[in-house]
Structures are given as C-alpha cells and as structure tokens.
C-alpha cells in the first residue's frame, strides 16, 4: 500500500527531473521551431521579408538550408530600410550578385554561437570579440550597456536585438542594422 507522502514526494521528484522545455522567441510574429532550417524559419517572420528576397537572389537558400552549423546576425526589414534610397534594389538585381553574397555572407558565422558563447569571448577578450565571417572579414562583438554590439568593417555599429533564435542547423541573432563589410 502506498503512502500519501510517498505518493506526493514521487510526484514532487518527477516533476523536478522533467525536461523543461524552452521555447524559442518569436521572430516577426511567428514562432520559429527549433527543428527547422535558417530559412524554413526565416521565411514566416514579417519582419525578415527583404532578408529571405535578398537570400533568394544570391542563391544562398541550399547554403543556408544545409547542414552548417552556422551562426547568423539576421537584419530586419528596418535594418534594410536604414540603407540609402534604392541600395536594396541595386543590390538584389542579377548583375550585383556578388556584392549581395559579399554583404549577405559578412552576416554568417560559422558554427553554433549562442550569445552566452559570444559573451564568453567577449570576456576573454578583454570587452572585444573577433568574429570571423563566412565571407571572411571580422566583427567585432562587444557589450554596451547589456547589449550585444556588433562593429562592422566599416565602424557600423548594429545591435542583437534577439539573441539565440535556435535552428535545426545554427543559431539566429536579430540586429538592428544591416553590417557592411
């Protein structure tokens, strides 16, 4: 026969040892599952539209969809916007394509980067990070007032906006404004 306190200290145990599950952000209104792509998440955020049109056009989508892992600093449409008037229509016409896989890869880092890893890097490096991109110049990740910063090529500063976006084959940080290599 079971006791009623044996029965509740039972319950108690298996609740505490039972896996918690953490959710994924949403990004763009949409929930991004953890067991999807780059790109089969990225395709539902209204936020990510000029992104995904900018993926598309420099045939990154097979890259990005592929096994990785990569970690990628994905600008919202804003970020796009900020651009000067027309750079994002320049940019996505065929005859521009390599400098829109120059920009788009300047974004994607590879491996799995989690913001604690990122964070971690910072530290060990004395308040500065030096990421390497897919396209082979550096960031630059530090902290400013909590927040993750990202210094492009240039002296652009951007912003994680959303950190750890977990994908079946890396790792999604939102940023504020597009990096410029």
């Known amino acids: 026969m079971k006791s009623p306190l044996r029965a509740t200290m039972l319950a108690i145990a298996c609740a505490t040892l039972a896996p918690v599950a953490v959710a994924n952000p949403m990004v763009g209104g949409a929930a991004m599952y953890p067991t999807k792509t780059i790109v089969d ?13 900018a993926v598309k056009a420099a045939g990154l989508v097979d890259t990005l969809s592929g096994p990785g892992p990569f970690t990628v600093f994905a600008p919202t449409n804003e970020a796009f916007a900020k651009l ?28 799995r980067m989690t913001g604690k890893d990122i964070a971690a890097a910072i530290k060990a490096g004395s308040g500065k990070a030096t990421l390497t991109t897919v396209e082979g110049e550096p960031l630059t990740a530090s902290m400013m007032g909590g927040k993750l910063m990202l210094t492009d090529a240039k002296g652009g500063m951007s912003t994680v906006t959303i950190k750890d976006v977990m994908q079946s084959n890396g790792v999604i940080h939102v940023v504020d404004t597009v990096l410029m290599p």
Not at 41 to 53: G, I
């Open 41 to 53: 998440n990225a395709v539902n955020s209204k936020d990510h539209t000029t992104l995904v049109a």
């Open 84 to 111: 000067p008037a027309g750079t994002v229509d320049t940019l996505v016409k065929p005859e521009n394509k390599d400098m829109l896989t120059k920009i788009l890869t300047y974004h994607v880092v590879s491996g």
